[in-house]
């Protein structure tokens, strides 16, 4: 059973930067994929990253020029680093692995 657990959301000022973590445990599969979502109040689950199992990287575009997505095997951890934060980022920030998922970490951008 593969689980998922988020680290480093937080509390930070307009034009900050959070690091969030994505740590997976469990049998993880060849050609993984492993994706950033994210939930704002009364919002859809939105898209924000996705890095794949041979390097290949999608951004949404509220992600692209800000936030960068990477990944450590050895400690099969993700990692989303966030920077120039915007109130807008505000939500619940989910990991995905294929079709597992994190229980989700809060960020919160104060204006």
């Known amino acids: 059973q593969v689980q998922l657990v988020e680290s480093g959301g937080g509390l930070v000022q307009t034009g900050g930067s959070l690091r969030l973590s994505c740590a997976a445990s469990?049998?993880?599969?060849?050609?993984?994929?492993m994706s950033w979502f994210r939930q704002a109040p009364g919002k859809e689950r939105e898209f924000v990253a996705q890095?794949?199992?041979?390097?290949?990287?999608f951004y949404g575009d509220s992600a692209k020029g800000r936030f960068t997505i990477s990944r450590d095997n050895a400690k099969k951890t993700m990692y989303l680093q966030m920077n120039s934060l915007k109130p807008e980022d505000t939500a619940v920030y989910y990991c995905?692995?294929?079709?597992?998922w994190g229980q989700g970490t809060q960020v919160t951008v104060s204006s």
């Open positions: 995905k692995l294929d079709s597992y």
């Open positions: 469990g049998p993880t599969s060849a050609t993984y994929v």
């Open positions: 890095i794949r199992w041979n390097n290949v990287i």
